[in-house]
């Protein structure tokens, strides 16, 4: 492997790494703030950079969660889809494409189901494992190996 695709690789990782501890920290202190709007009894403190969320209403708390998960999953697609342009033949970035509409667009409908119908829970389940799943480098995981199967496959 040429040092500058290994250079690639590792400079993406840790792109994806800190994004994914962002995105995580950022959902478990909108978490600790909704219970404290609860009056549950936690100890914690908010990191300095997301004190704007000790000033949140419930509903503040709400739409933040669903801006960030917007957030998240269209920085996971840019990184994925910049990863693959540059890594491979810029063929597969429509797999790039497909993968993350695809898997957004079921979510939604799971979303959309459990909006519909609250009692119907497993949907929302449905709908946020979905959501994780492209707010991280899951797709990329999955569209590596499919990729290099279909260059074996096309050379054979």
Not at 16 to 35: D, H, K, M, P, T
Not at 85 to 96: A, C, D, H, P, S
Request: proline letters at 3%.
């Amino acid at each position: 492997m040429k040092p500058r695709k290994v250079i690639r690789i590792i400079l993406f990782a840790i792109g994806f790494f800190a994004i994914g501890y962002l995105r995580e920290s950022i959902f478990v202190n909108i978490a600790y703030s909704e219970w404290a709007l609860q009056d549950v009894d936690n100890h914690f403190e908010i990191p300095e950079y997301l004190n704007f969320l000790k000033s949140q209403t419930a509903e503040g708390l709400f739409l933040l969660r669903w801006a960030f998960t917007l957030t998240f999953i269209l920085v996971n697609f840019a990184l994925t889809y910049w990863f693959v342009r540059l890594t491979y033949n810029r063929k597969f970035q429509k797999w790039v494409i497909l993968c993350f509409l695809i898997i957004f667009l079921i979510s939604a409908l799971f979303y959309g189901l459990y909006y519909l119908n609250p009692n119907f829970e497993t949907s929302y389940t449905i709908a946020r494992q979905l959501a994780g799943m492209i707010q991280s480098p899951f797709a990329l995981i999955v569209i590596i190996p499919l990729i290099e199967l279909n260059k074996k496959l096309q050379s054979t």
